[in-house]
């Protein structure tokens, strides 16, 4: 394979990887090492539908004054992910502000940004945000054409299981196996080579085509299974209010008693999943904190939510920490102890070796190459050529 080829292999690599991360982090409402803003709280700087390099907390480092973070707001922008500056810090936590705003988030009623609530930060070079203009135009329109065909698929076969993260890693799988299949079958019936050389050439770029697209397929599928364990997962706050007197529901706690509630736990696919609910605060705690989901159901935990002697508002976070039970329940525990990256580092080994280890015998065989299956390597050649 020349030089050449390999560059062009690299690049579809990348703009697959691009694409993927930002179609997912659409998808599901949270970044996915890239992101994009829809309005223009953060101009010049980012204009609308600009995108960013979204650095997930894990190995982003502590906040500093100045970051630009994406954090999940309790009131502004209806709860929903916002990204913006931070301009302070106070005991309370991070001040934050648009650069376009004339005034803070916490002036307009945005209580100050715990740790809890970040999830990533805008990667900067030189104290200047990385952007890329205009990718939230292309995704949105690749993610609305992604889920017309999740919703027309579900509703052909009848189950729900093809929609959301997980159903996109099983339609994307599903048309891995189906292309290789045809390609196999065309290549059959398109007869023998006709030289030895024409053969030898189409049989290497063939071959390295096929490791591209299996490749580019693991690496799909694995941003798609590692979205599907971090994004339900994360913070989970709770917002009471410690008062003198108690109240109905958890919202208005009486000063130093506890409230309870429950929690669900969904699977939210064909797959089970392990749960660990862990305290990110003080005053809140998760019983049972080590839930096993089986598919397609839901478990709960009850949530026990304390408020404080002094009053005043308060909020009380458990961050959830989600993987796919593909490992004994036991691995996983071991490694989350670790680091709760661990079992996701693991998940997506044994995941992505079987996927690739699939391709990669489709397309060599287990025995040695002969004549008459030449066809799927000449096949593969001509059309990618």
């Given at each position: 394979?020349?030089?050449?080829?390999?560059?062009?292999?690299?690049?579809?690599?990348?703009?697959?990887?691009?694409?993927?991360?930002?179609?997912?982090?659409?998808?599901?409402?949270?970044?996915?090492?890239?992101?994009?803003?829809e309005?223009?709280?953060?101009?010049?700087?980012?204009?609308p539908?600009?995108?960013?390099?979204?650095?997930?907390?894990?190995?982003a480092?502590?906040?500093?004054?100045?970051?630009?973070?994406?954090f999940?707001?309790?009131?502004?922008?209806?709860g929903?992910?916002?990204?913006?500056?931070?301009?302070?810090?106070?005991?309370?936590?991070?001040?934050?502000?648009?650069?376009?705003?004339?005034?803070?988030?916490?002036?307009?009623?945005e209580p100050?940004?715990?740790?809890?609530?970040i999830?990533?930060?805008?990667?900067?070079?030189?104290g200047?945000i990385?952007?890329?203009?205009?990718?939230?135009?292309?995704?949105?329109?690749?993610n609305?054409?992604?889920?017309?065909?999740?919703?027309?698929?579900?509703?052909?076969?009848?189950?729900?299981a093809?929609?959301?993260?997980?159903?996109?890693?099983y339609?994307?799988f599903?048309f891995g196996?189906?292309?290789?299949v045809?390609?196999d079958?065309?290549?059959?019936?398109?007869?023998?080579?006709?030289?030895r050389?024409?053969?030898?050439?189409?049989?290497d770029?063939?071959?390295?085509?096929?490791?591209?697209?299996?490749?580019?397929?693991?690496?799909?599928?694995?941003?798609?299974?590692?979205?599907?364990?971090?994004?339900?997962a994360?913070?989970?706050?709770?917002?009471i209010?410690s008062?003198?007197?108690?109240?109905?529901?958890?919202?208005?706690?009486?000063?130093?008693?506890s409230?309870?509630?429950?929690?669900?736990?969904?699977?939210?696919?064909?797959?089970?999943?392990?749960?660990?609910?862990?305290?990110?605060?003080?005053?809140?705690?998760?019983?049972?904190?080590?839930?096993?989901?089986?598919s397609?159901?839901?478990?709960?935990s009850?949530?026990?939510?304390?408020?404080?002697?002094?009053?005043g508002?308060?909020?009380r976070?458990?961050?959830?920490?989600?993987?796919?039970?593909?490992?004994?329940?036991?691995?996983?525990?071991a490694?989350?102890?670790?680091?709760?990256?661990?079992?996701?580092?693991?998940?997506d080994?044994?995941?992505?070796?079987?996927?690739?280890?699939?391709?990669?015998?489709t397309?060599?065989?287990?025995?040695?190459?002969?004549?008459r299956d030449?066809?799927?390597?000449?096949?593969?050649?001509?059309f990618?050529?």
């Open positions: 394979m020349t030089p050449r080829r390999a560059a062009e292999y690299a690049l579809v690599g990348v703009l697959l990887l691009v694409i993927g991360s930002l179609v997912l982090g659409q998808a599901t409402g949270q970044p996915v090492l890239f992101s994009y803003v309005t223009g709280s953060m101009e010049p700087m980012l204009r539908n600009d995108g960013f390099v979204a650095i997930p907390m894990a190995v480092g502590p906040v500093r004054t100045g970051d630009v973070i994406v999940d707001a309790v009131n502004l922008n209806g929903d992910l916002v990204t913006h500056r931070v301009v302070g810090e106070t005991d309370g936590g991070y001040i934050t502000k648009g650069d376009a705003n004339p005034v803070t988030d916490q002036d307009s009623a100050p940004v715990q740790d809890a609530q999830v990533a930060k805008a990667l900067q070079v030189g200047r990385v952007v890329v203009p205009q990718l939230g135009v292309v995704v949105v329109t690749i609305d054409g992604l889920s017309g065909i999740q919703r027309s698929l579900a509703t052909l076969f009848g189950t729900r093809l929609l959301g993260s997980q159903g996109l890693a339609i994307l599903g196996i189906v292309t290789y045809l390609t079958l065309l290549g059959r019936k398109s007869g023998p080579t006709r030289t050389r024409t053969s030898r050439s189409g049989i770029d063939g071959r390295a085509m096929g490791r591209v697209y299996v490749l580019a397929l693991t690496a799909c599928l694995l941003i798609l299974v590692t979205g599907s364990m971090t994004v339900p994360g913070p989970q706050s709770f917002d209010v008062s003198s007197q108690d109240a109905p529901g958890i919202r208005v706690v009486a000063s130093g008693t409230e309870t509630v429950r929690y669900l736990v969904p699977s939210n696919g064909l797959l089970p999943v392990v749960v660990f609910l862990e305290p990110a605060t003080e005053g809140i705690a998760a019983q049972p904190s080590t839930v096993y989901v089986s397609n159901s839901v478990r709960e009850i949530v026990t939510v304390t408020a404080p002697p002094s009053t508002y308060y909020q976070t458990l961050v959830e920490h989600r993987y796919l039970a593909v490992l004994p329940t036991s691995t996983i525990e490694l989350y102890r670790i680091h709760p990256w661990l079992p996701i580092v693991a998940i080994a044994l995941l992505g070796a079987g996927v690739a280890s699939l391709g990669l015998s397309l060599y065989g287990t025995r040695r190459v002969r004549s030449l066809p799927l390597r000449e096949r593969l050649y001509r990618f050529k």
